[in-house]
């Protein structure tokens, strides 16, 4: 008999087979060639027979060429932003997909001169939001709050009262980004108390901007006070709204939530916020508010350094332009509506020997907006050692474990995926 190491297939002969070479067409030549190597190796060691090299490489492959991958969101936070915060829109991943190859981002079509970047983005939003004379679009919202402090403060000082000094997660604290910029911070106020006077004594000749910054994610309750936008317009400096969340409009089911039309017409010359929050559109810095200052910001050098590329433009303006974003439809939904749902889950999952009991539950806004709202809400219980074989299925489904229980919430889970959601629990039971 031969030695086996002998009768290893070499390297073409297997990158050769067809499903290899599909595999090749999906992940590219190198991660494939890494993966058929290895299994080469194990048959030399003899820890598999020469014959199983092409299926060993095949089920070592992974999926897809990135680590990233779909997750159900089944934590009852409508915005978790270790899940990526919002889920696009139909429209949104359709504009992606137009955007991806070569596209009109920088070109007028018409004159066959270059144009604005993402001139259609701006009118969208400026559609969206007519209170507002211009806006710009940048990176994220941390983008959009150090681009209006270096265009507008650096150097200077930024008022902010001692009661608005947010972390926002992740150790990401305003003042700290402020600062970073090489404005000042001149603080007024008290943690929970602040008066129109303090920044009335506090506005002087080296007054960058007066700022707020919706505390998104805590509530001061007690003896406190905070002086609104309104009181704030009348004095000189600029006044710069960081309002966080996005929402563009008033929310009926938000009541407590900043918008950008409201606080606008409030009298804030700029209003900053995030696109992929309550907006429901990808990860984008909205800069929206009076004319002068935006083209300021706009023409400021690190404006190029902050900006977005086509992919987020393109699904920021189908997020503005287009239907409902799931965002919007999450947070419409009734309790009974999710309920039915629960029951339904939970009797297929109960039909299929699993543990399964719906019920009503709690969700949250999450993503840094409205603290202390309750989205009423409904779960699937199952018991809570399906938590980590959920976490680790795929697609993978993210749980929320509560009073030892694993909890399936529904409420930022978009009905079209609870069949998915199903099977991945029977695949883990
Ligand atoms: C979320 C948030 C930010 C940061 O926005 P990113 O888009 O995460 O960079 C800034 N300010 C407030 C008030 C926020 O809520």
């Known amino acids: 008999m031969a030695d086996p190491r002998r009768r290893v297939p070499a390297t073409d002969g297997v990158l050769g087979t067809p499903q290899v070479r599909a595999a090749v067409s999906r992940l590219g030549r190198d991660l494939v060639k890494r993966v058929v190597h290895s299994a080469q190796q194990r048959a030399r060691t003899g820890e598999i027979a020469p014959e199983q090299v092409v299926e060993t490489a095949l089920s070592a492959l992974p999926e897809a060429a990135t680590g990233m991958r779909e997750v159900l969101n089944a934590t009852g936070v409508l915005l978790h932003t270790n899940l990526g915060r919002a889920p696009l829109s139909d429209a949104a991943v359709e504009a992606l997909r137009g955007a991806a190859g070569t596209t009109n981002v920088e070109l007028d079509l018409g004159t066959g001169r270059r144009g604005p970047r993402g001139a259609s983005v701006v009118e969208a939003l400026l559609d969206a939001v007519p209170a507002a004379e211009a806006a710009h679009v940048v990176n994220n919202g941390a983008a959009a709050l150090a681009l209006a402090a270096t265009a507008l403060a650096q150097g200077r000082e930024i008022v902010l009262s001692r009661g608005e000094m947010v972390e926002i997660g992740d150790g990401f604290r305003i003042p700290e980004l402020l600062c970073s910029t090489g404005a000042r911070l001149r603080e007024v106020g008290t943690t ?22 919706h505390p998104s994610n805590f509530v001061i309750t007690g003896f406190a006070a905070s002086v609104p936008v309104s009181e704030l317009s009348g004095l000189a400096p600029p006044l710069v709204a960081d309002i966080g969340s996005g929402l563009l409009h008033p929310h009926p089911a938000l009541p407590d939530e900043p918008d950008a039309t409201t606080t606008l017409a409030d009298g804030a010359d700029l209003v900053i916020a995030s696109a992929d929050k309550l907006l429901g559109g990808p990860q984008a810095g909205l800069l929206l508010g009076r004319a002068d200052i935006v083209q300021r910001l706009r023409r400021h050098p690190l404006a190029r350094a902050l900006r977005c590329g086509k992919l987020t433009l393109a699904a920021l303006e189908a997020t503005l ?6 965002v919007a439809e999450a947070l419409r939904q009734d309790q009974a509506t999710l309920l039915r749902r629960a029951e339904r889950i939970a009797a297929e999952l109960t039909g299929a020997g699993v543990l399964a009991r719906a019920r009503p539950s709690t969700a949250t806004v999450g993503g840094g907006g409205a603290p202390g709202v309750e989205l009423p809400s409904a779960a699937v ?3 809570h050692g399906f938590a980590g074989r959920l976490r680790a299925g795929r697609p993978a489904v993210l749980a929320r474990i509560e009073r030892g229980e694993c909890l399936l919430d529904l409420a930022a889970l978009p009905a079209d995926r609870d069949r998915t959601l199903v099977a991945a629990v029977g695949a883990v039971a």
Do not use: C, I, M, S
Not at 321 to 326: A, I, Q, S
């Open 192 to 213: 929970n108390r602040v008066r129109p006077a303090d920044y009335a004594d506090a506005v002087g000749p080296d007054t960058g901007f007066l700022l707020k910054v």
């Open 381 to 383: 219980a199952l018991p």
């Open 321 to 326: 332009r287009g239907p409902r974003t799931p």
